[in-house]
């Protein structure tokens, strides 16, 4: 969130989207407040019926705590956050 007030100023007047760790309208309020026309919300949405995921994975979403995550070098060698219960 530190970012976005430089980031704004830097590319005006392209809109700036937030993002990462975001889960909550206060989120939302606080990365427009900071500048941002809005925000990539991913994981949250995950936890929805209509998201195209193995129950478990939705299961383990749900029961994330908010510093429960692990940090993994798989996909194609990038790191990639998964969350754990």
Known sequence: ????????????????????????????????????AGAWIGTRFLASIEAPIHPRYRDRILTAKGDGHRIRDCFQRRLARRPTP
């Open 1 to 36: 969130m530190a970012l976005i007030p430089a980031v704004v100023d830097q590319v005006a007047p392209v809109p700036v989207l937030a993002a990462d760790g975001i889960a909550d309208g206060r989120g939302l309020a606080a990365a427009m407040a900071l500048g941002a």
